[in-house]
């Protein structure tokens, strides 16, 4: 079943501790994202990747990094969460400017 | 980075068509136009997409302004099942960046 897999699915964690969320693809697709939902903010794009190796900022990037060194995946990483990085995140795949396969959340709370 | 509008919620009643609004005047000619839509406690779901010409496919119609300006998604036969977000969203034919805007919140009356 073609799927975009998050975990976890749910995280709370104190500030300061680093985590990774991981994000796992298995539709062979060149184009991987970030996003975080906040109420009365809507979606926001934090990190994408257009292929392998590269990757680009998108409109909230501070605080997260990424990486992409295979295609499938494209974890998500924070060094030092604060509490404000406490969110709705998704993970979402895609060809190139075709429709985005979003991943089904992972809820974090960071104390 | 181009940004759409769109109305914070709309009504319509079941079984009506739906015309959901969407802005975006600062729109270059390599964006593309998509719609999503969010269910409750569902991560988004893609829904239809163009660049200039009108689309059509199982789930919806899209409507695209002649000056790309403004587009209109258009569900044909509104469901209880329809009730959810709906967000347009540019996505840039260069970089592949994409903004979602706040969405339009559909309520749909039995």
């Known amino acids: 079943e073609a799927q975009v897999t998050q975990n976890p699915r749910y995280l709370i964690t104190v500030t300061g501790k680093k985590l990774t969320v991981t994000c796992s693809q298995n539709?062979?697709?060149?184009?991987m994202s970030w996003y975080r939902q906040d109420p009365g903010l809507g979606l926001r794009q934090i990190y994408y990747s257009m292929n392998v190796e590269v990757t680009d900022k998108g409109d909230v990037p501070e605080g997260y990094k990424v990486s992409r060194k295979e295609k499938r995946n494209f974890p998500l990483i924070l060094e030092s969460p604060s509490p404000n990085q406490t969110s709705l995140y998704f993970c979402?795949?895609?060809?190139?400017?075709?429709?985005?396969?979003f991943g089904p959340g992972t809820r974090l709370t960071v104390t | 980075d181009a940004k759409t509008t769109q109305p914070n919620s709309m009504e319509s009643n079941e079984e009506e068509p739906v015309h959901l609004p969407c802005n975006h005047s600062t729109i270059s000619g390599t964006d593309y136009i998509h719609w999503y839509r969010q269910l409750p406690s569902q991560g988004p779901e893609y829904v239809i997409h163009g660049l200039t010409s009108n689309v059509n496919n199982r789930m919806a119609s899209l409507a695209i302004a002649e000056d790309r300006k403004s587009s209109t998604l258009i569900l044909h036969r509104a469901t209880l099942r329809d009730a959810a977000v709906y967000y347009c969203?540019?996505?840039?034919?260069?970089?592949?960046?994409?903004?979602f805007g706040k969405g339009t919140r559909l309520h749909i009356l039995p």
């Open positions: 979402a795949s895609s060809l190139p400017y075709y429709e985005q396969y």
């Open positions: 969203i540019l996505r840039d034919g260069r970089d592949d960046k994409i903004i």
């Open positions: 539709m062979n697709h060149e184009y």
